[in-house]
């Protein structure tokens, strides 16, 4: 294994030097496109998606891992070999067209490059590219947010009239992610003639989506909102005991039917007394002050944006709801309070806190629903 390695490397020191080496015509300009004086010239690119480094919501870019293969046919280098050529490392001076990517925030870094030459004159340029690919992040559906880059691929200094961008090639489909949150969605691969002050330029786009993986936002967040709200409508709403009372069953002796008294578990809702009410409002209070110390939390740790996030539209209803909940029970506790005292026994009061209990026990479940079905709707789409 390690003679066959070592065989390998010094073939590619042989190619390379012959690479270095290469008898060009005289009349050869590197600088001069194939066909200088005749139509313009077709450059096929096709893109290796390697892999998705990661995504940054506060640079607005994707770090992606690319191999950029293009091929062109130069006339000028008919017969200069005698066979397809591969040269790597030292790139002979030849023509390359310029194809660059326009919207690299710092730059693409080329790690490798390898060159196959043809007889024909078939040229077959690629480069092994890491690169930033700035694009708007959009997070008003975060958590359940996709987001889409464009990889924009044109030619610096020669326009359409002289150089014509052509896609060669499907994108690959698997493409590792490196980033916890995030997994490859789609690439989409088009093309646009886009005009200028300087001329028409040809134009290739590459879009690269990724979907982000909610699930650790909704056990960390959302889930503990749901049991916290559970948890408080149950201890407000829910007083309800098993009591014991006795009914009349007919029973059958002989001839004669006769009535017995038989004993029931039924269920009876009862009105909470001041003392449980306390209670009551005791336990919505720290089931409020949790549900802030776990929104202010998830704020913290969520990218930030200037858009309102579905996680915060969550978080503010969940939030809201057990406000309500609290702002009952204490209402319920004074008015309890209020009925120990005969001198301050107020019936319009007692009627409108039966009446407020009666209508949030049915419309906080009617309201979640409606604002859950909603909710999908909007941010599961």
Same mark, same amino acid.
């Given at each position: 294994?390690?003679?066959?390695?070592?065989?390998?490397?010094? +073939?590619?020191?042989?190619?390379?030097?012959?690479?270095?080496?290469?008898?060009?015509?005289?009349?050869?300009?590197?600088?001069?496109?194939?066909?200088?004086?005749?139509?313009?010239?077709?450059?096929?690119?096709?893109?290796?998606?390697?892999?998705?480094?990661?995504?940054?919501? *506060?640079?607005?870019?994707?770090?992606?891992?690319?191999?950029?293969? *293009?091929?062109?046919?130069?006339?000028?280098? +008919?017969?200069?070999?005698?066979?397809?050529?591969?040269?790597?490392?030292?790139?002979?001076?030849?023509?390359?067209?310029?194809?660059?990517?326009?919207?690299?925030?710092?730059?693409?870094?080329?790690?490798?490059?390898?060159?196959?030459?043809?007889?024909?004159?078939?040229?077959?340029?690629?480069?092994?590219?890491?690169?930033?690919?700035?694009?708007?992040?959009? +997070?008003?559906?975060?958590? $359940?947010?996709?987001?889409?880059?464009?990889?924009?691929?044109?030619?610096?200094?020669?326009?359409?009239?002289?150089?014509?961008?052509?896609?060669?090639?499907?994108?690959?489909?698997?493409?590792?992610?490196?980033?916890?949150?995030?997994? $490859?969605?789609?690439?989409?691969?088009?093309?646009?003639?886009?005009?200028?002050?300087?001329?028409?330029?040809?134009?290739?786009?590459?879009?690269?989506?990724?979907? &982000?993986?909610?699930?650790?936002?909704?056990?960390?967040?959302?889930?503990?909102? !749901?049991?916290?709200?559970?948890?408080?409508?149950?201890?407000?709403?829910?007083?309800?005991?098993?009591?014991? !009372?006795?009914?009349?069953?007919?029973?059958?002796?002989?001839?004669?039917?006769?009535?017995?008294?038989?004993?029931?578990?039924?269920?009876?809702?009862?009105?909470?007394?001041?003392? &449980?009410?306390?209670?009551?409002?005791?336990?919505?209070?720290?089931?409020?002050?949790?549900?802030?110390?776990?929104?202010?939390?998830?704020?913290?740790?969520?990218?930030?944006?200037?858009?309102?996030?579905?996680?915060?539209?969550?978080?503010?209803?969940?939030?809201?709801?057990? $406000?309500?909940?609290?702002?009952?029970?204490?209402?319920?506790?004074?008015?309890?309070?209020?009925?120990?005292?005969?001198?301050?026994?107020?019936?319009?009061?007692?009627?409108?806190?039966?009446?407020?209990?009666?209508?949030?026990?049915?419309? !906080?479940?009617?309201?979640?629903?409606?604002?859950?079905?909603?909710?999908?709707?909007?941010?599961?789409?």
């Amino acid at each position: 294994m390690v003679k066959l390695q070592r065989t390998a490397a010094f +073939l590619l020191t042989i190619i390379s030097y012959a690479a270095a080496t290469l008898d060009l015509p005289g009349n050869y300009s590197a600088s001069s496109r194939p066909n200088e004086d005749g139509v313009a010239d077709v450059v096929n690119v096709s893109i290796e998606l390697l892999s998705i480094r990661g995504v940054s919501e *506060t640079k607005s870019e994707m770090t992606v891992d690319i191999t950029m293969h *293009t091929s062109w046919v130069d006339a000028r280098l +008919l017969e200069q070999v005698t066979r397809d050529t591969f040269f790597v490392g030292h790139i002979p001076s030849i023509w390359i067209p310029s194809v660059q990517i326009a919207n690299s925030e710092s730059g693409s870094h080329a790690s490798n490059k390898a060159l196959l030459l043809g007889k024909d004159g078939l040229v077959k340029f690629s480069q092994k590219l890491t690169t930033q690919i700035s694009c708007p992040i959009s +997070l008003a559906k975060y958590p $359940f947010d996709r987001q889409a880059c464009r990889l924009q691929l044109n030619s610096f200094g020669y326009t359409s009239v002289h150089m014509v961008l052509v896609w060669h090639g499907t994108i690959n489909g698997d493409i590792p992610t490196y980033h916890p949150e995030f997994s $490859f969605s789609y690439a989409e691969q088009t093309s646009e003639n886009i005009k200028t002050g300087d001329g028409e330029y040809s134009n290739l786009f590459l879009e690269v989506a990724v979907s &982000r993986c909610p699930l650790r936002v909704i056990f960390r967040a959302m889930l503990p909102s !749901i049991l916290l709200l559970a948890f408080s409508y149950y201890v407000t709403f829910c007083h309800c005991n098993f009591i014991m !009372i006795n009914k009349a069953a007919p029973s059958a002796n002989g001839h004669h039917v006769e009535e017995t008294m038989v004993a029931q578990r039924v269920i009876e809702c009862t009105t909470p007394d001041a003392e &449980r009410s306390l209670i009551i409002a005791a336990i919505n209070g720290l089931i409020f002050i949790v549900i802030i110390f776990v929104a202010q939390m998830n704020f913290i740790d969520s990218p930030k944006s200037s858009a309102v996030s579905g996680l915060d539209v969550w978080l503010s209803f969940i939030t809201a709801i057990v $406000f309500v909940v609290l702002w009952h029970s204490v209402q319920l506790y004074f008015t309890q309070s209020n009925k120990k005292s005969s001198d301050k026994i107020n019936p319009n009061d007692s009627c409108y806190v039966n009446k407020t209990t009666n209508m949030l026990k049915i419309g !906080i479940p009617v309201v979640f629903v409606i604002f859950f079905v909603v909710y999908c709707g909007v941010y599961l789409s």
